[in-house]
């Protein structure tokens, strides 16, 4: 598919060319000086590139000014019209008997999740410990404490 060759694109290509141009002139120019050992002067003075300025008249400027001066009425004009903050409805507050109300209504429904709750995950019951075992843990706790006293009376 053959790119269609604007001016746009043909200016671009232009001016990268001569980029490229006053690249190599200053090259060839710093050859030549090293080969004759004399001052570096390109062959070619290279030219600055040149900027087209858009010029605007007078009337042009004094026209967008005052379309910007009449957006800006506008809006300072919308922005007064709009209702300052005292000018509001007045924030709605909330009844005891209202508070009271929600706060029986939150119980009741807690009241009934907890009742739906299956049976397995309540809290197991406590495994009854055999006489023996507890016995066992009594000595063991004893010991430890004796052990305990030793060791505060030795230091």
């Known amino acids: 598919m053959p790119t269609k060759l604007t001016p746009e694109i043909i200016t671009a290509a232009i001016e990268g060319f001569e980029a490229q141009k006053t690249r190599i002139d200053?090259?060839?120019?710093?050859?030549?000086?090293?080969?004759?050992?004399?001052?570096?002067?390109?062959?070619?003075?290279?030219?600055?590139?040149?900027?087209?300025?858009?010029?605007?008249?007078?009337?042009?400027?004094a026209r967008i000014a005052e379309a910007q001066r009449k957006r800006w009425a506008a809006s300072n004009k919308a922005a007064e019209s709009s209702p300052p903050e005292a000018a509001r409805k007045p924030k709605r507050k909330l009844?005891?008997?209202?508070?009271?109300?929600?706060?029986?209504?939150?119980?009741?429904?807690?009241?009934?999740?907890r009742a739906a709750?299956?049976?397995?995950?309540?809290?197991?019951?406590?495994?009854?410990?055999s006489p023996a075992r507890k016995a066992a843990l009594v000595a063991n706790l004893a010991k430890a404490r004796a052990a305990k006293a030793a060791k505060a009376k030795a230091a």
Do not use: F, H
């Open 26 to 61: 200053i090259q060839i120019a710093e050859l030549r000086a090293a080969l004759t050992g004399g001052p570096a002067e390109p062959s070619a003075a290279p030219e600055p590139p040149k900027r087209k300025r858009r010029k605007m008249s007078a009337a042009a400027r």
């Open 95 to 113: 009844s005891a008997a209202g508070r009271r109300a929600i706060i029986a209504a939150t119980k009741k429904r807690w009241e009934a999740v």
């Open 117 to 129: 709750k299956p049976a397995a995950k309540k809290a197991p019951a406590k495994r009854k410990m």
